[in-house]
Structure formats: C-alpha cells, structure tokens
C-alpha cells in the first residue's frame, strides 16, 4: 500500500463558515486533500421532491471561476482537491443536466475523480449506459467516475433495502458492465453496514477487489445512515482496515461525517475539523 492521503468533503464546513474557509481550514487542521462538495450547484427541496433556484456561484454562470478559485486557495495552503461529489439524486432531470458541470468542476478545481449515484431504479446494464453519456466528457477533462453504493428503506420494516450497487454482487455487476478504466468503485463504509442489506464493509471491500479505488469513510450504528465520526459508533474499523490491506488497496481515505459538525457554533467548528482530520489518519494509519 502506498502512502496514506487523508480528505474530507467540505460541504458540511461550507454550511458553516462557506467553501473558502473550509478549504483554507482542511488544510490547517492536517488533512492533506479536499473532497469537492457540490451539492449546492442544485438547490434541490427534498419535501418538493424538486429543485428551486439557487443563487450559489456553483449554480451560475462563474462556477468555473469558483472552481479555481477553491483550487487556488488549496494550493496556497498546501493541498489539492483529490476527489469531488456530483449533485443529486440523479432522477431528478436538472440534477442529471448538471452532471457534465460536476465533472468539469471537477476538473477546474484539480480533481481527478467524481463520484456520481447510480439511477436507483436502474439495472447494471442501464445505469452503464447513463454513465456511458458521461464517460467521453470526463475523459477529456481526465476525470473518473465512481459509482457508489446505495441504498433505499422500507418505513413499514424499518430497515435499509437494496438499490444499486447496494450488494457485492450488483456493485460488482455496475462496475463490469461498463468495463473502462476511467469507471471505478467507491465504497461508502456507512452504507455497507445498514441493517436490512445483509452485507458489509468488509465483504464488499473482498468481493471488489481491485475496483475499489475511493471511499466515503464514517460510522453509525450498523442501522442508519448516521455519517458520524470513525470510531464513535458501531462499525469494526479495524476488521476494515484488514480487508484494505488484504486487496492492497491504493486509494485515499475520504472522510464524509458530514451530520458530525450539525449545530456546532462557527468558532468551534476548527476544533471539530482537527478531530475529524485526527479521526481520518488514525484509520489511514491501521491500513498500512
């Protein structure tokens, strides 16, 4: 295994203190990358199942210029964007329309890699041909695409249901469908270990092998998807970081506890970030 890379999504700092500042506090508090929230370039309304306007730069005509201007200020404090996050959900048709903005975003900021949902209802071989639209635009912005497991829930059984790439055997299916090298796997710990899926991270990491390349590392209560902090809930962590180790795996470790910083006051919020970056290393660190 190579060195470690340590990063976090900014989204949930930016909520707080905005994308600059929380590039510019990533890199103070020891991560060495940031992970490129997008979400707000759709303002989506959950309760409306609908987007609504929204006046963030992302969404209008300079996100280009927001884009370099967040690498910028990465760089003069030392880290880069290693990865970034398309909006979604992707059944929504403006989110969908957005996508090729992700991966050029992407791009602008430094990233080599954008991780984009599948379409939920979707089997591999659709939701292959939806990445296949996209596939040629981030190639020539030498970005790659990774898919990520999902999942749905059944309010009546209170648990998490399958959705793509929510079993070993359906992300492995995703990922060799599409068969490019430019398409790879992202593991969302959290989501692997929900009750109702039936499976779990380490099984997913084993069964991936060599298609994993990115994480979405946080914790919960082996339940919901809580996107806490490692090493706070319920998940083996270290039972984990074997499974890595055993498959040589050769990606970052991207921390996205993004419910860890909900209600913390603007200036507590470094503090939280140095725990998350302390968290992040010392799972990277059991992966060696």
């Known amino acids: 295994m190579r060195s470690t890379i340590i990063s976090t999504e900014i989204g949930s700092i930016a909520k707080i203190i905005g994308e600059e ?8 508090a020891g991560f060495d990358a940031w992970d490129f929230s997008m979400f707000s370039m759709c303002n989506y309304h959950w309760g409306e199942r609908r987007c609504i306007e929204s006046n963030h730069p992302l969404a209008g005509k300079n ?6 201007q967040l690498r910028k200020i990465g760089e003069d404090n030392g880290i ?6 398309a909006p979604f959900p992707v059944e929504d048709p403006d989110i969908r329309s957005s996508l090729k903005r992700a991966i050029e975003c992407t791009a602008e900021a ?3 890699l954008c991780v984009i949902h599948p379409q939920k209802d979707y089997t591999p071989e659709e939701n292959a041909e939806y990445y296949g639209e996209l596939l040629s635009f981030a190639k020539q912005h030498d970005v790659r695409i990774a898919t990520e497991n999902m999942w749905g829930w059944d309010k009546e059984q209170n648990h998490a249901i399958f959705a793509p790439c929510g079993t070993p055997e359906s992300f492995c299916a995703h990922i060799d ?4 090298p430019y398409f790879v796997a992202c593991l969302d710990i959290g989501h692997a270990e929900m009750r109702g899926l039936s499976t779990s991270a380490v099984e997913m990491i084993r069964k991936l092998g060599n298609r994993l390349q990115a994480l979405h590392i946080h914790d919960n209560d082996k339940w919901h998807d809580s996107h806490k902090l490692p090493f706070t809930m ?3 962590f270290t039972g984990v970081a074997q499974a890595l180790k055993e498959i040589d795996y050769q990606g970052d470790f991207t921390l996205e506890a993004d419910r860890y910083l909900a209600g913390w006051a603007e200036e507590d919020v470094f503090r939280g970030v140095q725990e998350m970056a302390e968290a992040t290393r010392k799972f990277a660190d059991m992966c060696k």
């Open 21 to 28: 500042k929380a590039v510019e506090s990533v890199a103070k």
């Open 80 to 85: 880069y964007c290693n990865q970034a996050h």
């Open 63 to 68: 996100y280009v210029q927001f884009a370099r």
């Open 110 to 112: 430094g990233g080599h």
């Open 177 to 180: 469908a599409v068969n490019d």
């Open 234 to 236: 319920d998940i083996d």
